[in-house]
């Protein structure tokens, strides 16, 4: 083997990456080629996947924590995957239930949505709550949302409709055919129908083998009290969270 092949090889142990695959004549090498078969069939079963509401729900209460079910305008999966535009929307039913649950305005709304990758949230949510709840006992809540066939525009109506000062939406990454099942965080400052994406914050590959759950937690936690003490999110908030965790590492020595 070439010193270029060990340097290929060498690499990688290091990325979830295609590289290294090796050749036959001018072809993949068979396992190569049914590991590929293999990760593309699990990135469109997660699209398609139905996210078990009732299981979610069943943890929550566990965890005591009050929540609501609630749907977008897409009515099922194949609208959901053609019609982007309504999984930005709640449904009439949706709205209604919100507008009657006399909740008082709260500091921050949480929401649980599939988005492109139900297993996702299945095996992550609830996991990175039990994580993130006890960072932000000092700021108000409303009662956490399950949304079904959501898109991460969704979390602007439900905020506004909450008088929330910040919304946050854990949701289902579009999978990678080395991550379907990766979950992403959305947060935003003054929630409203109508914003646009430059307004919000991301933490993305919260998974195993991706971005550990108390790591992203206290990253959240520490945006969520920088975009209330400024007043501001997306791309005026300034993501300094690791350089915030140098500066207290250094402190400590």
């Not at 194949?78 to 009657?100: F, H, M, Q, V, W």
Request: net charge neutral; with cysteine.
């Amino acid at each position: 083997m070439s010193d270029s092949s060990n340097s290929w090889e060498k690499l990688k142990e290091f990325t979830d990456a295609r590289i290294a695959l090796g050749r036959t004549g001018g072809s993949l090498k068979t396992a190569e080629l049914l590991s590929f078969r293999k990760d593309h069939a699990l990135a469109k079963d997660a699209v398609w996947t139905a996210l078990d509401f009732p299981l979610l729900q069943r943890a929550l209460e566990k965890l005591n924590l009050p929540h609501l079910m609630l749907n977008s305008e897409a009515q099922d999966r194949e609208t959901y995957i053609k019609r982007p535009d309504l999984g930005r929307k709640l449904s009439r039913e949706s709205i209604a239930t919100i507008t009657n649950s006399n909740y008082a305005p709260a500091d921050i709304s949480i929401l649980i949505a599939d988005g492109l990758s139900a297993n996702a949230i299945s095996i992550h949510a609830i996991n990175f709550l039990e994580e993130f709840l006890p960072l932000i006992t000092r700021f108000s809540q409303a009662p956490i949302c399950l949304v079904s066939q959501a898109r991460v525009a969704i979390s602007d109506q439900i905020g506004e409709l909450f008088s929330s000062k910040l919304s946050i939406i854990l949701i289902g990454e579009r999978p990678g055919l080395s991550s379907p099942y990766s979950m992403g965080i959305y947060l935003t400052y003054n929630p409203k129908a109508g914003n646009t994406d430059e307004k919000r914050n991301c933490i993305s590959n919260i998974r195993t083998g991706g971005l550990p759950y108390a790591y992203a937690a206290e990253k959240l936690a520490f945006l969520c009290s920088e975009a209330l003490r400024l007043k501001l999110s997306g791309v005026l908030l300034k993501d300094t969270f690791d350089h915030h965790l140098l500066k207290n590492e250094s402190g400590k020595n």
